[in-house]
């Protein structure tokens, strides 16, 4: 077992001596973003040339929907957002800090990417994990 | 290249049949498709089965093993919600291509109750309610609400959707469910994921259907012309990358392509379209598809259910059979039962749910990865 919590998805960077984050890649031919490393680009083909970097932790929201039904187990009602953040890159993660009511939701509302534990989750080995949330900035 | 028809077509009445096999299924409705054909197995050249629950269990064989093994070539498919359509596209192709004369495809599935998608998979933790929702429902609330924000689309205006299918749904015996959902009943169901409600998400239902596709030169031989349907156009697509693609699965991109390219095929535009039966998966998907598929302009589709246009008796009814809403879908068996529904149409023979004077019908599937199938169907003059 881990005595440091792991990441939730491979995208999500937890550096040793930093700040954790969001890692993105970046074509260098036609400048599509991805979420994570990959080898080539599908937007226009180009092979190699992605250049990971560090995703921005602004961003707002693109689209939305409230959860009401979902597997035993996990609370409800929740906001699964859409969000594009700043410089590229879009991500999808839970919005926090605001009613599930879609009244007191804006789109293209300004939000931050958040790194929290992954709602005490933890695997069959019992590592716990951190994920991302969405709070409005 | 030859042209090719439709000779034979039928679905089983959509439903729950956990008493059978999957191979059984799929028998039924090959043998109510030979049957409207007038022709047995043994005229059959090949075989192209559709079914996803089984995908690696020669399914296309095990329906030989119950209505006859001639030894003919099978070929299984697989390609999500596309799964029918794309197997009656292959078995199409094969006819075009001058490989054989007659053929059979057949889609089937038999399915689990409750929430598809979100399952996640794979090592740590599962991301279901922890980075949004990866489900069925959620993931089709999200492409609409894309929609509300570029449009203004309101949640009564999908939820019109589903009172509309349901209705068409009570005048076809063959649908799941014959029962009107007035919009408040629409509106005050379990809300799922806003802003589809419970009834407002397609009924997962078992189910089959079946074609029999023949040459140009074989139907007028066999004298089937009669009843014949010509497939005008048939198209595949895969989802052309778009910048939320990773996050946000987009029907609307191959749909459009699709259509485009449908429309080409066939030398026809929207407006000779006389019925359309596409992928109302969720309420939320109806809408988008109208303005992919060209029925309205871009931002129309509000106003396109508003004035009911789209229903039966309006300028272009869709999803008379209830649609996947109220008909079901049973993934495998969708593309080839939208075929069935269109063709009755087109030979007069769908009765109180009939499309007067229809002549041309479009049939569009969604599989979400992204598959879009989409036919054009003509009756033979």
């Known amino acids: ?137 | 290249m030859t042209d090719a028809y439709v000779v034979g077509v039928d679905m089983i009445k959509f439903g729950r049949f956990p008493e059978k096999t999957v191979p059984q299924l799929g028998s039924q409705a090959a043998l109510l498709a030979l049957d409207d054909s007038g022709l047995t197995i043994h005229d059959m050249q090949a075989l192209y089965c559709g079914n996803l629950g089984q995908a690696s269990g020669m399914v296309g064989q095990r329906i030989l093993q119950e209505i006859g093994q001639t030894g003919i070539p099978v070929v299984n498919v697989s390609n999500a919600c596309a799964t029918g359509a794309t197997a009656f596209r292959e078995a199409w192709t094969a006819v075009k291509a001058d490989l054989y004369d007659l053929v059979l495809a057949v889609g089937v599935e038999q399915m689990g109750r409750g929430l598809l998608g979100g399952g996640g998979g794979g090592r740590g933790i599962s991301k279901e309610g922890l980075l949004g929702s990866g489900t069925m429902p959620s993931v089709f609330a999200e492409a609409g609400m894309e929609h509300s924000r570029m449009h203004g689309t309101t949640f009564e205006q999908f939820a019109k959707v589903s009172v509309k299918n349901h209705h068409h749904s009570t005048m076809n015996p063959k649908a799941m469910y014959q029962i009107e959902t007035p919009l408040e009943t629409v509106m005050n169901a379990e809300m799922i994921s806003y802003p589809n409600t419970k009834l407002m998400c397609s009924v997962n239902v078992d189910g089959s259907a079946a074609a029999v596709i023949a040459s140009e030169k074989k139907a007028r031989e066999l004298g089937l012309m009669d009843r014949a349907v010509k497939v005008r156009a048939s198209v595949l697509t895969s989802d052309p990358w778009q910048e939320r693609d990773l996050v946000m699965p987009d029907v609307n991109s191959c749909t459009r392509k699709a259509a485009a390219a449908a429309y080409e095929m066939a030398g026809l535009g929207p407006d000779d379209v006389d019925l359309v039966e596409l992928h109302d998966c969720f309420a939320t998907a109806e809408i988008l598809h109208y303005e992919n598929l060209g029925l309205c302009k871009d931002g129309g589709a509000g106003q396109l259910i508003d004035d009911g246009e789209v229903a039966l008796g309006g300028r272009v009814p869709v999803n008379v059979s209830g649609g996947l809403l109220s008909k079901g879908h049973p993934l495998g068996a969708t593309g080839i039962a939208n075929i069935y529904e269109v063709s009755t149409h087109l030979r007069g023979e769908a009765g109180k749910r009939q499309v007067e004077g229809a002549r041309i019908g479009m049939t569009h599937v969604i599989g979400l990865g992204s598959a879009c199938g989409i036919h054009i169907l003509e009756k033979a003059a």
């Open chain 1, 1 to 137: 077992m881990s005595d440091k919590p792991l990441p939730a998805v491979p995208y999500l960077k937890i550096p040793s001596d930093g700040e954790p984050y969001l890692q993105g890649s970046r074509c260098g031919e036609c400048g599509a973003v991805f979420l994570g490393e990959r080898d080539n680009c599908s937007k226009c083909g180009a092979r190699g040339g992605l250049a990971t970097e560090k995703l921005a932790e602004r961003g707002e929201l693109y689209s939305y929907c409230v959860v009401h039904r979902s597997f035993p187990g996990i609370d409800v009602p929740y906001i699964s957002a859409i969000v594009d953040l700043e410089g590229g890159g879009t991500v999808k993660g839970n919005l926090v800090g605001v009613a599930p009511d879609p009244a007191k939701i804006d789109f293209g509302m300004p939000v931050r990417v958040v790194f929290r534990d992954a709602l005490g989750r933890k695997d069959q080995d019992g590592n716990s994990y951190l994920a991302y949330f969405f709070e409005p900035a």
